[in-house]
């Protein structure tokens, strides 16, 4: 079976007070048995990237990992302004979200760029959290499935056939991150159920162990159907991750 995996994308919010009382306040969910994750689940948080050091000394040692929002293509050198794979390991992160739909759309980052950016976060020891999805005119156009595929082919074409080891994919449809409506059960489940497949052409093995996060509008009354479903481990979440007791409770829900 595999282990779920509950990863909270903070984006650009908040300030370091407020960044510090979330954590001490997932801490104590975490060793008060309000929340138990067993041996069923793994949580991350993804803070901005200024708390990162903040929030990493204030995890170590428990249950929470750390993972970025982003990083550069590059290892290292002349990029004013970027953060390399290698700075995120130094500050004890283990995850990065790449490929964000706010990244693809808002600083037009390309399928080519973010298989780049992939393939340096592995090499880094990092695990890459590749974002994956569709936009609104394309579900109704019923290109879902080309979409997303395009996505993944791109890692793949680049990094070959073992691509997603050491990797997870989060199927994030546009038209649901951060608007309320959230895909049903078996509209996500479908899509999970397709990615899984195409790795699997490529590679049995690694689809097999593949954690696929669901990512859109999950929050605490929703994840448990979502993650109830096959192909569905887990959760990336936005807006309910700002919220202690919302985040605690999907990620109850995920250590069932
Ligand atoms: C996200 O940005 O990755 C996300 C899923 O946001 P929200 O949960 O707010 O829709």
Redesign the pocket.
């Known amino acids: 079976m595999r282990k779920a995996l509950v990863a909270g ?1 903070w ?1 650009m919010n908040g300030s370091k007070e407020q960044a510090e009382a979330l954590v001490k306040e997932l801490i104590e969910g975490f060793s008060s048995g309000s929340c138990s994750l067993g041996k069923q689940a793994d949580v991350a948080i993804c803070p901005p990237a200024v708390y990162l050091d903040r929030v990493s000394g204030l995890v170590a040692g428990s249950d929470i990992k750390l993972g970025a929002q982003n990083c550069s293509e590059y290892c290292s050198g002349a990029y004013t302004g970027e953060l390399s794979a290698e700075m995120l390991v130094d500050l004890a992160c283990q995850y990065v ?1 790449l490929g ?3 990244r693809r759309a808002l600083f037009s980052e390309t399928d080519q760029q973010v298989a780049k950016k992939f393939e340096t976060a592995k090499a880094s020891g990092l695990v890459p959290v590749l ?1 994956v999805g569709e936009t609104l005119d394309e579900r109704e156009s019923g290109k879902t499935l080309d979409v997303v595929s395009a996505q993944i082919n791109a890692v793949i074409d680049h990094l070959g056939q073992s691509a997603f080891d050491r990797a997870v994919i ?1 199927y ?1 449809p546009v038209w ?4 309320g409506k959230t895909a049903s059960p078996e509209q996500a489940q479908e899509v999970h159920k397709e990615i899984r497949s195409q790795v699997a052409a490529s590679n049995q093995v690694v689809a097999e162990k593949l954690q696929i996060l669901y ?5 605490a009354k929703n994840a448990q159907s979502l993650m109830a479903m096959a192909d569905i481990d887990g959760g ?6 700002l919220k202690a007791e919302d985040f605690l409770t999907i990620c109850q829900a995920a250590s069932r």
């Open positions: 994308n984006k979200i964000h739909s706010e974002c989060a994030e649901a991150i951060g608007t990512g859109g509008s999950m929050n990336l979440v936005g807006g309910a991750s």
